[in-house]
């Protein structure tokens, strides 16, 4: 089996404040996601890379950037973090299109 | 308005019951849906996939599809308190974007 560890599992950051969250894969899978999930709520999706090096926008992207560095690692910048915002964001990876995901234990994160 | 839509938010019943939750697609290009299961402070785990018309049974999960009307839905007989989770429907494409776009969910609570 694999695994899919980020880090930090807890961020705060300041109004304005640029954050980076990393995500890390060992399943040696084509596919990673990054959601993010507002307490209680479903999933909804910010980026998406089918492949090293590539960047797929999700319905949640503006306000983010993504970058896939290599095949098993996938990271995710807040630009201009929000005040008052807190969600929890959640790294995937699958094998391939129409496969299931494996999810991380996910970053909170509070912006004060 | 959200492209995958869950019925109903919540949703209680008694241990040993049967539990019913639906989702539906106002995609018509979607063609798989997935049930997630995600316990509380854990992340989302697969439960049952299904790409074609009819049922499949998994124990005491049962999913229907009918993709004619892109209806799915889940029932869980004999629930059980370990069951009481946030229940997720995604849908995704054969072809075309590779995105896999989740509902926002039924919380399910099973009283013993």
């Known amino acids: 089996g694999g695994i899919i560890t980020q880090t930090p599992k807890f961020l705060i950051g300041q109004e304005g404040q640029k954050l980076t969250l990393k995500c890390q894969q060992n399943f040696n899978h084509d596919t990673m996601y990054w959601y993010r999930q507002d307490s209680g709520k479903g999933l909804r999706l910010i980026y998406y890379?089918?492949?090293?090096?590539?960047?797929q926008k999700g319905d949640l992207s503006e306000g983010y950037d993504a970058s896939r560095e290599k095949k098993s690692s996938f990271s995710l910048t807040v630009t201009s973090a929000q005040k008052n915002e807190m969600a929890v964001f959640l790294c995937?990876?699958?094998?391939?299109?129409?496969?299931?995901?494996?999810f991380g234990h996910g970053t909170k994160l509070s912006v004060l | 308005q959200q492209k995958v839509q869950q019925s109903p938010e919540s949703l209680i019943v008694p241990e040993g019951g049967m539990a019913s939750l639906n989702c539906t697609s106002s995609d018509r290009n979607v063609d798989y849906f997935w049930w997630y299961r995600q316990h509380s402070g854990k992340s989302p785990k697969m439960l049952m996939?299904?790409?074609?018309?009819g049922e499949k049974e998994e124990g005491r999960f049962t999913v229907h599809l009918n993709k004619a009307s892109l209806h799915t839905s889940l029932h869980i007989r004999d629930s059980q308190p370990s069951d009481s989770a946030l229940y997720l429907c995604?849908?995704?494409?054969?072809?075309?974007?590779?995105?896999?776009?989740f509902g926002s969910g039924t919380q399910l609570t099973v009283m013993p």
């Open positions: 996939s299904i790409f074609s018309n």
């Open positions: 995937a990876s699958s094998r391939d299109i129409n496969e299931r995901l494996f």
């Open positions: 890379s089918i492949t090293e090096n590539d960047l």
């Open positions: 995604a849908a995704s494409e054969a072809s075309g974007s590779w995105q896999l776009i």
